[in-house]
T-cell receptor, first 115, second 112 residues
């Protein structure tokens, strides 16, 4: 069955440091992959998505993610974190289940940014 | 272009009461979804719809009902509120099943 694992529940980094959030998926076919961000008290906003082609995907706010089929991973990176990046981040895979295509979300990684 | 809107923002219900959470989108999306979000659990799909008049159950449909009479609106109905339904509810829409989903701001529901 399709699933998404985000191994890190909570990550703390210092402002200006680099960031990598991990995401592993389980899905038999070629996946559609997404990263969403949720600021406190807000809905989810799309950061970036991978459908096909170049495995390094650029998103908004300086984020990028790399699709590695051999590792079933889609890790999110940012070279220099800003205090405004503090939020919860969700990885999702587009999969066919229950007879139609839907998104399966991971449980999220909460990012804290220290000044 | 308002995107996805949800009302109310916050509601307190007593056990056994009923209510409808409203969701509307102005992007002409065929697909609409209802999720609940509980701390540390990510998002769980309650119900979804692939077009007006077509709805189907997600992972956690018990205690909820939906209808989709128009493309724009997708209300979620709680018939007999229970404490286990205390959660944050998000509505989303997309142009296809694996396409980007656009989320509303959420409704925080407390059942006491």
């Amino acid at each position: 069955a399709q699933s998404v694992t985000q191994p890190d529940i909570h990550i703390t980094v210092s402002e200006g440091a680099s960031l990598e959030l991990r995401c592993n998926y389980s899905y038999g076919a070629t996946p559609y992959l997404f990263w969403y961000v949720q600021s406190p008290g807000q809905g989810l906003q799309l950061l970036l998505k991978y459908f096909s082609g170049d495995t390094l995907v650029q998103g908004i706010k300086g984020f990028e993610a790399e699709f590695k089929r051999s590792q079933s991973s889609f890790n999110l990176r940012k070279p220099s974190v800003h205090w405004s990046d503090a939020a919860e981040y969700f990885c999702a895979v587009g999969a066919i289940w229950g007879g139609s295509e839907k998104l399966v979300f991971g449980k999220g990684t909460k990012l804290t940014v220290n000044p | 272009n308002a995107g996805v809107t949800q009302t109310p923002k916050f509601r307190i219900l007593k056990i056994g009461q009923s209510m409808t959470l409203q969701c509307a989108q102005d992007m002409n999306h065929n697909y609409m979804y209802w999720y609940r979000q509980d701390p540390g659990m990510g998002l769980k799909l309650i119900y979804y719809s692939v077009g007006a008049g077509i709805t189907d159950k997600g992972e956690v449909p018990n205690g909820y009902n939906v209808s989709r009479s128009t493309t724009e609106d997708f209300p979620l109905r709680l018939e007999l509120a229970a404490p286990s339904q205390t959660s944050v509810y998000f509505c989303a829409s997309s142009s296809g099943g694996s396409e980007t989903q656009y989320f509303g701001p959420g409704t925080r529901l407390l059942v006491l």
